[in-house]
């Protein structure tokens, strides 16, 4: 058994599996160099060959246990017909949903039209550099993708004034993900996910009052579904304050925590597998740093199942050479 499923199902907490959100990204070379011939960020994904070997790109550097497929959240609303593009500094930018259109969508049209990203799983999960190690699939949680369709753009950017106003469009869309995130789980399964990581990047801009409705009971739908699958899920609810209570609700079999979560106290608040926590911005330090900071999770993790990631994911800056010492020092330990 891989060393992640070895953490998540059997609980063993004397091995320290590595591997990094966005591990296949800007601050490879090798990944630049694509993109720079392939300047429409949504096509590089439908295409199966060039986003499996950018999938694999990091494992051949470093000795990651992971490989994630290179794809993103917004492949969903795409396959939803809703407009996505990339911008450059700006990040996406989506157009306008048509709800009722998409109310009227059938599952086999948007599978159609996102099926290359099921084929580069299939085509990273067969690869000879992935024996022994994992194909983690992953959707975002039905909260951060209706961030993004109704926001139309980052919250980072600017966040719609009437955004939490209108509680019947929010459920009604809840309601449709819910549908579509189940079909594109199941045939990311289907070809060869061993593990899905649900991504809530922005359960943050929630207040306690309104996490039920649009965050645990959404995304505890999925984890019931998955785990009827007998697939392992990890969710990353980024930013929000009380992870022992979402953990106690939601009960996903390993929860990813960002860099503002105080290792300690989590260590003694949840008894599940924990992944990840190290502040991505640390990377752009020193190694010594570094290796102080690394040193620092994993004793405080030494008699946890834990899974060496960041809080987030890997900066565009950071030096290659900063991961691969990152990469080293976990498997050193
Ligand atoms: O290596 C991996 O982790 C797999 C690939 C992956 C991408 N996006 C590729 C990507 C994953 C798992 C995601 C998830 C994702 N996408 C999230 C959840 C995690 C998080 O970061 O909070 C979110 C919110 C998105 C939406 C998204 N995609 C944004 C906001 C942006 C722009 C910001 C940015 O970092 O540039 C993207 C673009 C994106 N997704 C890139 C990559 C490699 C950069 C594209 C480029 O080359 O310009």
């Not at 601050?27 to 160099?33: C, K, N, S, T, V």
């Not at 499996?52 to 993103?72: G, H, N, V, Y």
Request: charged content about 25%.
């Amino acid at each position: 058994m891989s060393l992640i499923r070895e953490v998540i199902i059997n609980k063993k907490n004397n091995i320290n599996p590595v591997w990094i959100m966005r591990q296949a990204g800007r601050y490879l070379p090798e990944f630049r160099e694509i993109r720079k011939n392939n300047p429409d960020f949504i096509k590089l994904c439908l295409n199966e060959k060039l986003s499996s070997e950018i999938t694999l790109q990091p494992l051949k550097r470093f000795d990651l246990d992971a490989a994630i497929i290179f794809s993103d959240i917004l492949m969903l609303p795409y396959g939803l017909n809703q407009k996505v593009e990339f911008k450059k500094n700006l990040g996406p930018i989506l157009g306008d949903l048509n709800l009722d259109e998409v109310s009227k969508l059938d599952e086999i049209d948007f599978v159609k039209k996102i099926y290359p990203v099921y084929k580069a799983i299939n085509l990273v999960s067969k690869n000879k550099l992935i024996k022994n190690k994992t194909t983690i699939g992953f959707v975002g949680a039905p909260w951060t993708l209706l961030v993004y369709m109704i926001n139309k753009q980052s919250p980072k950017l600017k966040l719609k004034d009437n955004f939490f106003k209108d509680d019947f469009l929010i459920n009604r869309i809840l309601i449709i993900l819910e549908k579509f995130l189940k079909v594109h789980i199941k045939n990311q399964i289907d070809n060869g996910a061993e593990i899905i990581q649900i991504f809530d990047s922005w359960a943050g801009l929630l207040n306690e009052k309104d996490l039920p409705n649009f965050v645990f009971i959404p995304t505890l739908n999925l984890v019931e579904y998955i785990k009827s699958l007998k697939i392992p899920v990890i969710c990353f609810p980024k930013g929000i304050k009380n992870y022992k209570n979402y953990c106690e609700i939601v009960k996903p079999d390993a929860i990813c925590i960002d860099y503002e979560v105080d290792p300690i106290k989590i260590s003694k608040e949840i008894k599940i597998p924990i992944q990840g926590g190290l502040d991505p911005k640390i990377l752009l330090t020193d190694k010594n740093n570094l290796k102080k900071n690394i040193i620092k999770y994993l004793d405080i993790f030494k008699d946890h199942p834990y899974i060496f990631n960041l809080g987030h994911g890997i900066l565009p800056d950071t030096d290659p050479n900063m991961m691969d010492y990152l990469v080293k020092t976990v498997k050193d330990y």
